[in-house]
Structures are given as structure tokens and as C-alpha cells.
């Protein structure tokens, strides 16, 4: 498994971004996959989750209803669309697959882990 993100930047309050994470491993299918993020001088945080199927997802409270977690087994990628961004949002992203059916909230229940890109968003 090898995780490449993509698609941070800068953006102003309330504004969109879509995160991609591509796995050029040919095993998408067998792996839940999930976002964290980590701002200045914090801990990484759980994001978002989706399971092996796509067919459970999990949100931290911060973002429900703001952001959506998605994936694509033909591309063999998996995507955080973020609304109505606010500057707390902002942190580096980091996409993380782990070999279970289920996704986790534990950062430590990831083995594989992307290189992280940058959010900005701006007041």
C-alpha cells in the first residue's frame, strides 16, 4: 500500500476543497480508509472513515454535516470533500489505510499512512 494525498490549499471561511489520497497498491478493496488531520502543536485527530465496502462511514463531531468521506475502486482512491470551511479546519491532511472491514477513530489502528497535505483556510 502506497498512499499519495493531494488537492490541499489555501481557501477563505466557507469555502470547498476535495482532498484525494491515490493507493497505488492493487489490494484498494481489502483496506477501510481514513482521514486525520494535525494542526500546530496538537495531537492528530480522527477526521472521517469510510469501511472495505463504502458502505459505512464515521465523522468527527467537528465535521459532520460539513465534510464527506468517499471512495472510488476503480481509481483506487478515496476522497474528503470539505464544506463550509472554518479556519479551525485548518491542519495537514493525512490519509491512512488499515486491513479491516471497519475504519477506526484511533490514529494508532492505521498502519499505512500518506505523505499529508496542507489546509489553509482563512478568516
Known amino acids: 500500500v502506497q498512499l499519495q494525498a493531494c488537492g490541499g490549499g489555501s481557501v477563505q471561511a466557507g469555502g470547498s476543497l476535495r482532498l484525494s489520497c491515490a493507493d497505488s497498491?492493487?489490494?484498494?478493496?481489502?483496506?477501510?480508509m481514513g482521514w486525520f488531520r494535525q494542526a500546530p502543536e496538537k495531537e492528530r485527530e480522527f477526521v472521517a472513515h469510510v469501511d472495505r465496502s463504502g458502505g459505512s462511514t464515521d465523522y468527527a463531531d467537528s465535521v459532520k454535516g460539513r465534510f464527506t468521506i468517499s471512495r472510488d475502486y476503480a481509481k483506487t482512491t478515496v476522497y474528503l470533500q470539505m464544506n463550509s470551511l472554518k479556519p479551525e479546519d485548518t491542519a495537514v491532511y493525512y490519509c491512512?489505510?488499515?486491513?479491516?472491514?471497519?475504519?477506526?477513530?484511533?490514529?494508532?489502528?492505521?498502519?499505512?499512512w500518506g505523505q499529508g497535505t496542507l489546509v489553509t483556510v482563512s478568516s
Open positions: 497498491g492493487r489490494t484498494f478493496g481489502d483496506y477501510s
Open positions: 491512512a489505510a488499515r486491513k479491516y472491514l471497519l475504519g477506526s477513530r484511533r490514529p494508532d489502528g492505521y498502519v499505512y
